[in-house]
């Protein structure tokens, strides 16, 4: 049997009692390390569960998928995933090719930030579509996610931003060369986060009077979700580009322009400013030719 199993957020614990069984039991067992992290780290994974477990990077994920249902049809083999296992298509993936190859399948659910973001106030049922914000470069800033969270506000509805991770990612020289040499770990802060959609929001303004965003649109930075050092930041774009929430890993909502009741009183626990007056400061129109952008992040910088 292949079992995919959700890990939730933040500690080893989060497991579920089924899935710890099934860990427990299990001839192979894999902790897939690049969709995203557990802020706890392998070792402590290990030490909880009471074995050892193979990291399965991005090249054994895509590329070794044969190797991980290596004789799943008659041992049973584990596949953990942080969050829940539907939070990435690859996941998706592995349980086709399980189905290909005639290899019984079971998925064990957990909570993941498509969920845990409720923890803001913000009501899930209230979300549109949720983009990623990747990683620009020199050559390369793909800017789509900004269509699509534009779409969201017309339609009054929040967006969940889901930003950046760079694990084991090789560098552009080792693929000339063909010998594997790979990047320093990246996690995308909120502060980048903003700070490339600052750069969105000024370069659209030079063609464009009326823009859904600004550098005074409400936004909520969170990090560490499910953590014990979870921190939510709910203020401008501008001020959360100039703030620091601390290691990965991060994510940004960008609210509705109007929201329930219900939800401003959540979130202005986490607001140090009025934040009905932020909202309706944020509504007012701002001349393209009076926006002004501080001096951006570099695309290469950590916050």
């Known amino acids: 049997m292949f079992y995919v199993i959700g890990l939730g957020l933040g500690d080893p614990k989060d497991i579920t009692i089924k899935g710890l069984e099934i860990v427990k039991r299990c001839h ?45 049809h008659k041992e049973d083999v584990a596949f953990l995933v942080v969050g829940d296992p539907f939070g990435a298509t690859t996941h ?8 290909e190859m005639f290899i019984p399948s079971m998925v064990v659910h957990n909570a993941s930030i498509m969920n845990a973001i409720g923890c803001c106030g913000l009501q899930l049922y209230h979300f549109g579509e949720t983009v990623s914000i990747p990683y620009w470069t020199d050559t390369w800033c793909p800017d789509s996610f900004y269509d699509k969270i534009e779409a969201n506000v017309k ?15 090789p560098t552009l020289e080792s693929l000339m060369k063909k010998v594997r040499e790979y990047q320093p770990p990246r996690f995308m802060s909120c502060s980048e986060a903003a700070d490339q959609l600052l750069q969105l929001v000024h370069n659209r303004r030079k063609n464009e009077w009326k823009m859904e965003l600004s550098e005074r649109t409400v936004v909520v930075g969170l990090a560490r979700v499910g953590h014990e050092t979870q921190q939510i930041k709910a203020c401008t ?48 129109d701002e001349p393209a030719h009076m926006f002004k952008l501080d001096t951006t992040l570099d695309s290469n910088s950590t916050s």
């Open 92 to 99: 998706t993936d592995l349980l086709l090719r399980a189905k």
């Open 155 to 169: 339609h009054g509805l929040h967006t969940l931003c889901l930003l950046d991770i760079r694990v084991k990612e």
């Open 237 to 284: 774009l501008k001020e959360l580009k100039d703030s620091d929430l601390g290691g990965p890993l991060h994510s940004l909502i960008i609210p509705a322009p109007q929201m329930h009741p219900m939800e401003i009183e959540y979130l202005q626990q986490f607001c140090d400013d009025n934040l009905k007056e932020l909202l309706k400061k944020a509504i007012k």
């Open 28 to 72: 192979r067992v894999y902790l897939e390390s690049y969709t995203s992290i557990l802020t706890c780290g392998q070792e402590k994974l290990e030490e909880f569960y009471g074995r050892k477990l193979i990291l399965a990077d991005r090249e054994l994920v895509e590329q070794g998928a044969d190797v991980i249902l290596c004789n799943a």
